[in-house]
């Protein structure tokens, strides 16, 4: 793909998490307009069947791109990537960049050749995280733990609204306290909703455990794709719409149209899904 000048990116997610992606392009200089659109009305996509999971993505990624019109278009979600990465690129002409969960950096970095790996149920039942595996970390021993739980508190979390040390360690310590836990040096965050939880889970992490997400690699390759090169300049892109896919509610307002209007994003728009 050749160069555009200052491209339109649209960065998706389920919910507030793609927005760690968002900051790693902002943080790598990215030139050009960064949108954001998350699945709100199907929030949070880790708990779906995947046949059920995989229709609504492919329907919310063509409906949200043919409103934004990107030029090209980040799928900032593991659960979505590992189920329906392929088929949104069946249908959708624009360059298209998947979520890796950052199983290969961890096995690279371990000493204690014990890596953990934090993540929803549905990036952790998927054969694709196994292949992962199977391919990179062959010579480790991996810990996993699926959390619905801790993608909720991240949301809360980032609207400022108060989550308590221990709701957070309940959830880290059901990882690092199964047989062998203790051994466990690298963490993989195998959900970009969790790195808006990094220091909390670092301050509440045994002395020496480090935290590995995939933002600054999906931010590179999309740097890549369009042909730019990272710089120290965090101020060349400029913050589009947001797009949501539900009206916000009594029980559930919309933390995210709070936070993105914070971040210096344009309006929130309402996005209509078949």
Same mark, same amino acid.
């Given at each position: 793909m050749g160069e555009i000048a200052r491209p339109h990116c649209l960065v998706f997610d389920s919910g507030m998490g793609g927005l760690t992606v968002v900051e790693a392009l902002q943080r790598l200089g990215f030139q050009g307009t960064i949108s954001y659109a998350a699945d709100t009305g199907f929030f949070p996509y880790g708990d779906k069947p995947d046949d059920v999971l995989a229709a609504r993505i492919v329907a919310f990624a063509e409906a949200v791109c043919a409103r934004a019109k990107?030029?090209?278009?980040?799928?900032?979600c593991n659960t979505a990537s590992t189920i329906a990465l392929e088929l949104v690129r069946e249908r959708l002409s624009i360059p298209i960049v998947g979520t890796v969960p950052a199983i290969k950096p961890a096995?690279?970095?371990?000493?204690?050749q014990t890596i953990g790996i934090l993540a929803t149920p549905g990036t952790l039942r998927r054969s694709y995280t196994d292949a992962l595996i199977d391919d990179f970390a062959t010579d480790c021993r991996v810990l996993r733990y699926g959390s619905v739980v801790l993608v909720e508190?991240?949301? !809360?979390?980032?609207? /400022?609204?108060?989550?308590?040390?221990?709701?957070? =360690? #309940? =959830?880290?310590?059901?990882?690092l306290h199964q047989p062998g836990g203790g051994d466990i040096d690298t963490v993989v965050l195998a959900c970009t909703h969790f790195p808006l939880? *990094?220091? !909390?889970? =670092?301050?509440?992490?045994?002395?020496?455990? *480090?935290?590995?997400?995939? /933002?600054e690699a999906i931010a590179r390759r999309t740097l890549s794709l369009l042909?730019? $090169?990272?710089?120290?300049? $965090?101020?060349?892109? #400029?913050? /589009?719409?947001?797009?949501?896919?539900?009206?916000?509610?009594e029980e559930r307002p919309h *933390?995210?149209?709070?936070?993105?209007?914070?971040? /210096?994003?344009?309006?929130?728009?309402?996005l209509e899904i078949d």
């Amino acid at each position: 793909m050749g160069e555009i000048a200052r491209p339109h990116c649209l960065v998706f997610d389920s919910g507030m998490g793609g927005l760690t992606v968002v900051e790693a392009l902002q943080r790598l200089g990215f030139q050009g307009t960064i949108s954001y659109a998350a699945d709100t009305g199907f929030f949070p996509y880790g708990d779906k069947p995947d046949d059920v999971l995989a229709a609504r993505i492919v329907a919310f990624a063509e409906a949200v791109c043919a409103r934004a019109k990107p030029d090209i278009f980040v799928i900032a979600c593991n659960t979505a990537s590992t189920i329906a990465l392929e088929l949104v690129r069946e249908r959708l002409s624009i360059p298209i960049v998947g979520t890796v969960p950052a199983i290969k950096p961890a096995a690279e970095h371990t000493k204690s050749q014990t890596i953990g790996i934090l993540a929803t149920p549905g990036t952790l039942r998927r054969s694709y995280t196994d292949a992962l595996i199977d391919d990179f970390a062959t010579d480790c021993r991996v810990l996993r733990y699926g959390s619905v739980v801790l993608v909720e508190l991240a949301e !809360r979390f980032a609207a /400022g609204l108060d989550v308590p040390d221990v709701e957070i =360690e #309940a =959830e880290l310590n059901a990882l690092l306290h199964q047989p062998g836990g203790g051994d466990i040096d690298t963490v993989v965050l195998a959900c970009t909703h969790f790195p808006l939880l *990094r220091p !909390r889970l =670092e301050a509440l992490a045994p002395e020496g455990v *480090r935290f590995i997400d995939s /933002g600054e690699a999906i931010a590179r390759r999309t740097l890549s794709l369009l042909d730019q $090169k990272p710089s120290k300049n $965090k101020d060349q892109a #400029a913050l /589009g719409h947001v797009y949501l896919s539900s009206q916000p509610t009594e029980e559930r307002p919309h *933390r995210l149209s709070e936070v993105t209007r914070r971040l /210096g994003f344009q309006s929130v728009l309402q996005l209509e899904i078949d």
